[in-house]
């Protein structure tokens, strides 16, 4: 967004009273009152929200230990357990009867399950890992569906201690095997199947193409749940069910009680180098902010059905599927699937169909459903019962005015608030977004930072800079839900996030942002690194670079990001052959060959929607390649810039039709 429509934006819509009344930050006073609080005395604040929500087998005493900069400890010498917080503490407060799970299938199928069965489900399954060894400290992959098993995979691992990584069931055997590789997986826990659009899709058969590819001897198990019972292949020396594994297990498993900082899981994520980045997040600290963010930001209370329809694969699948609502006691939706199977209705018969209260989605769903009810009236929101909904969320990417507008009306029927959640899967949880009790909304605006997150918009020196100028995004303290590390890559998480330039202590996000004149509310404008948005996932263009010049027919290529209705961003690819420039019918043939194979090197999301072929890319005398220019052509924009540094002038012609 421009800074432009920035300050032309003038609607605002304040909290509704039902909102105010009831909300646990009722009001701009009460939000102002617990930002003086945090900033007041910081640590007391934290200890305070980390002694009342969390329960602690043994408490710490230490809050913030920030001697070893930025490689902070949140709690560190409490022991907790984040499975025994989430499950047997809401057990004992009575809900062990309450739905905690309501699982739709892509068919439509719908099991529920209550806090004292999964409690049951995830004691068996943590007793069948300790059975094949799995101790604390070891490291397990989970490429699962979305399913009520995940979520026990996921539940099972904290429960012993032993860190979680889920890879997206939507990435490559290769991608699978970067990720079992690095985090030095022992166990991986998969299913022989998923089943999305009435489809199904081999998950077994890529977890054996993958540790065939080499590297992968740690793995001693591979763990199958039988989601379709279709053919996978089993070898019985190496893969055993996941029902035979907890066939006889008791239902009870004492928790492994571990330090504050124990890493619960490692989730990769894109950075702006080619590799992958292994975001390493704590248990207590993590634990504690998907708890205040499920209060604070959804207002959660004990009569909600919360829905939130992201991939346990990403990191909000996990704060808000897997940790937050369980942790709070909540009763959540979890759905298989896509949502335009059976039909673009999916979602809206599912609010009905449960009677969702509260909505958490992303807006490239948003656009794409709006664009599906335009086209089809008989799946149109307005053909639905919504009225169950009270509050509405958004994640992933800047939500444009829009399509805020249309959720706000269609979907929330002008009385929901609506959440414009910005933060990144290094932050845990929630870092800028309205409070539903206390925030007046501006469409496109994810608002006010959360008490006690210290968010500021600096200059390249780290200089501060007034409301109305655009600048970096960063964060001034740390706090409890912080990534921790990069899994093996101490040097890289140092230069990533808290780089010397800025002082070595203030966490840069990666984000341009700016701040409204009056009201200082934040704006995100989008990644200042080389780090694509598309359809709220994130991918690095090297990474897609790096597949591309992988193929055998590629000399050179580069990646840039261009706008897109529907996606946010999408993928445009400019790609020098080892042979001679293709055209026509020939282009085409081969940019499907490439697209294909970049869907086999990372997955199908990184496959670029346009390739454009040249005989050489737009370069500087020094041979740097001119990224800006390409996404200048890419968008299909005249060039206006000075080119007079560039080494071939002439290339931009050709680069400037899409074939
Ligand atoms: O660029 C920001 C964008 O998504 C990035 C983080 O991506 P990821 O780590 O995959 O986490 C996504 C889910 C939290 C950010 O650096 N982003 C996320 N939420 C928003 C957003 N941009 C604008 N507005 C948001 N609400």
Redesign the pocket.
């Known amino acids: 967004m421009s800074d432009q429509e920035v300050k032309t934006e003038s609607r605002v819509f304040p909290p509704p009273a039902n909102f105010v009344a009831n909300a646990a930050i009722s009001g701009m006073d009460a939000y102002n009152a617990l930002c003086a609080e945090a900033a007041n005395d910081y640590e007391g604040f934290w200890a305070k929200l980390a002694h009342e929500n969390l329960h602690w087998h043994k408490p710490f005493t230490t809050t913030l230990d920030e001697s070893n900069a930025p490689l902070y400890k949140w709690f560190d010498d409490g022991l907790l357990n984040v499975s025994y917080n989430c499950l047997d503490v809401n057990i004992q407060k009575g809900l062990g009867d309450k739905i905690a799970i309501i699982f739709e299938a892509d068919g439509g199928e719908v099991t529920k399950v209550s806090y004292k069965e999964l409690h049951a489900k995830v004691c068996q399954f943590a007793n069948g890992l300790r059975s094949l060894g799995v101790k604390k400290d070891d490291r397990v992959v989970i490429y699962m569906p979305m399913s009520v098993e995940g979520v026990v995979a996921m539940q099972a691992c904290a429960r012993i201690g032993a860190t979680h990584s889920v890879v997206f069931g939507g990435f490559s055997a290769k991608s699978l095997q970067e990720r079992i590789v690095d985090v030095g997986a022992s166990i991986v826990i998969t299913a022989d199947e998923q089943v999305r659009g009435g489809k199904q899709l081999p998950l077994k058969a890529i977890v054996d193409e993958a540790l065939g590819l080499g590297e992968c001897e740690k793995v001693a198990k591979v763990i199958v749940y039988k989601r379709t019972g279709g053919n996978a292949p089993f070898n019985p020396a190496r893969d055993l069910w996941m029902h035979d594994l907890v066939a006889n297990q008791a239902t009870e498993c004492e928790p492994e009680w571990v330090n504050a900082d124990h890493p619960l899981f490692i989730l990769y ?2 950075g702006s180098t080619g590799k992958p980045k292994g ?1 390493q997040h704590s248990s207590g600290g993590y634990l504690l902010w998907a708890m205040l963010t499920m209060k604070w930001t959804f207002d959660v209370k004990p009569s909600d059905i919360f829905w939130c329809t ?1 991939d346990i694969g ?3 699948g996990h ?1 808000y599927i897997t940790y937050g609502p369980l942790a709070m006691g909540t009763t959540e939706i979890v759905f298989e699937g896509i949502p335009t199977y059976p039909n673009a209705g999916r979602f809206w018969d599912m609010i009905q169909k449960h009677k969702a209260t509260i909505f958490y989605t ?2 490239t769903a948003i656009r794409s459903l709006i664009k599906a009810a335009d086209g089809d009236a008989a799946i149109h929101p307005n053909k639905y019962d919504l009225t169950s909904l009270r509050l509405l969320g ?6 444009n005015p829009e399509a805020w507008m249309w959720y706000y009306r269609n979907i929330g029927g002008e009385k929901c608030p609506i959440v ?8 845990g949880g ?1 870092m ?2 309205p409070l539903p009790g206390a925030t007046p909304l501006v469409p496109g605006s ?1 608002t006010l930072p959360l008490p006690g997150i210290m968010a500021a918009i600096v200059d390249e020196t780290g200089a501060d800079l007034p409301n109305g100028q655009g600048g970096i ?1 960063v964060v001034k303290r740390p706090w409890p839900s912080m990534i921790r590390n990069i899994w093996g890559d101490t040097e890289r998480f140092k230069k990533s996030y808290f780089p010397e330039e800025l002082g070595g202590k203030t966490y840069l ?3 341009g942002a700016i701040r409204n004149k009056e009201t200082g509310y934040f ?2 404008t ?2 200042i690194d080389d ?1 694509l ?1 598309v359809s ?3 991918m690095g263009t090297m990474e897609i670079e790096s597949a591309l010049v992988a193929n055998p027919l590629v000399a050179e290529a580069a990646v840039v990001g261009k706008p897109d209705d529907t996606t946010g961003e999408a993928i445009c690819a400019f790609v020098v052959l080892k042979r001679s420039r293709p055209t026509g019918d020939e282009a085409k043939q081969i940019a499907l060959e490439l697209r294909n194979w970049v869907a086999k090197e990372i997955g199908p999301i990184a496959k670029p929607k346009e390739i454009r072929f040249g005989d050489n890319l737009p370069k500087t005398r020094s041979g740097k390649i001119m990224r800006r220019l390409l996404r200048v052509l890419a968008k299909g924009e005249e060039i206006t810039q000075d080119v007079s540094t560039l080494e071939n002038p002439a290339i931009l012609e050709q680069l400037k039709q899409a074939q």
């Open positions: 994520t894109s975001v992201a990403w990191v909000t704060t992303a807006p958004s994640v992933g990417e800047p939500i414009d959640t910005f933060w990144q899967t290094e932050t929630h800028i977004t994810c995004l996000a990666g984000d704006t995100i989008g990644r780090v948005n709220g996932h994130r």
